[in-house]
C-alpha cells in the first residue's frame, strides 16, 4: 500500500514552454500532498503544500505564479512549471500522506521524481 | 527553530559489519522522526518512524532507530549491512505541521 506515481519520470523542454508534472496517490487518499525540488548533491527543498479543493500554500522565495499547482481530487495534484528556463532544471519530488487510515496518517509517501531539463 | 543535523556526509562500512547513520534534531516539544532512503535518481522510500511509544523502532529492510530524548538523537542502525544498502539516507522530523524538515542527507557506502 501507499503507493505514490509520478510523470512523467523525465521530461526535456526548450526554454520558454511549460512542463506539467503530475502527482497520483495510487491507493490512498490525500487531502494534502507536498511539492519538493532536490538540487544535485542536497537535500529536498518543500516549495508548497498542495491542499485539494483550495489554493496550495507556497514556501517563502517561492513563485506562485511560475510554479502553479493545482490539487483538484483527493488523487491528484499537478505541478506546473510555466515558462521554463535552464535554472529550473532540477528533481521534482511530490509526497502524499493518507489522510484517512491510522496510523498512517503521520507518515508522508513519496513519488520516484520527475527530472526536468530546460535546454 | 526545529532542524535536523546529519553530521557525516558519507558513512564506509563493510559488509557484514553493522553500520550507524548519525541524526540529531533540535525543538522545543516532541517531534515526529523519519527516516528514508533514496536510490540513485529516485525519490525517497519510507524506513520507519517514531512516534511515541518505545524507543527503539523497526523499520523495513531491517533497519531500526533508537529514539534518545536527551541526547535528541535518532540514530539509524542495522546490525549487518547489505551492498544494496548503498544509498542516501535523510532523516527527517514534524512537530505541530504538515511540513517535514530534512537533514542533508548521509550517503552510505558499503563495500563489499
Known amino acids: 500500500g501507499a503507493v505514490v506515481s509520478q510523470h512523467p519520470s523525465w521530461v526535456i523542454c526548450k526554454s520558454g514552454t511549460s512542463v506539467k508534472i503530475e502527482c497520483r496517490s495510487l491507493d490512498f487518499q490525500a487531502t494534502t500532498m507536498f511539492w519538493y525540488r532536490q538540487f544535485p548533491k542536497q537535500s529536498l527543498m518543500l516549495m508548497a503544500t498542495s491542499n485539494e479543493g483550495s489554493k496550495a500554500t507556497y514556501e517563502q522565495g517561492v513563485e506562485k505564479d511560475k510554479f502553479l499547482i493545482n490539487h483538484a481530487s483527493l488523487t491528484l495534484s499537478t505541478l506546473t512549471v510555466t515558462s521554463a528556463h535552464p535554472e529550473d532544471s532540477s528533481f521534482y519530488i511530490c509526497?502524499?500522506?493518507?489522510?484517512?487510515?491510522?496510523?498512517?496518517?503521520?507518515?508522508?509517501?513519496f513519488g520516484p521524481g520527475t527530472r526536468l531539463l530546460v535546454l | 527553530a526545529q532542524s535536523v543535523a546529519q553530521p557525516e556526509d558519507q558513512v564506509n562500512v563493510a559488509e557484514g559489519n553493522p553500520l550507524t547513520v548519525k541524526c540529531t534534531y533540535s525543538?522545543?516539544?516532541?517531534?515526529?522522526l523519519f527516516w528514508y532512503v533514496q536510490y540513485p535518481n529516485r525519490g525517497l522510500q519510507f524506513l520507519l518512524k517514531?512516534?511515541?511509544?518505545?524507543?527503539l523502532v523497526k523499520g523495513s529492510y531491517g533497519f531500526e532507530a533508537e529514539f534518545n530524548k536527551s541526547q535528541t538523537s535518532f540514530h539509524l542502525k542495522k546490525p549487518s549491512a547489505l551492498v544494496s544498502d548503498s544509498a542516501l539516507y535523510f532523516c527527517a522530523l514534524s512537530y505541530n505541521t504538515d511540513k517535514l524538515i530534512f537533514g542533508t542527507g548521509t550517503r552510505l557506502q558499503v563495500f563489499p
Open positions: 525543538v522545543s516539544g516532541n517531534p515526529y
Open positions: 509526497s502524499a500522506r493518507d489522510s484517512y487510515t491510522f496510523p498512517y496518517q503521520e507518515t508522508q509517501y
Open positions: 517514531y512516534i511515541t511509544g518505545d524507543n
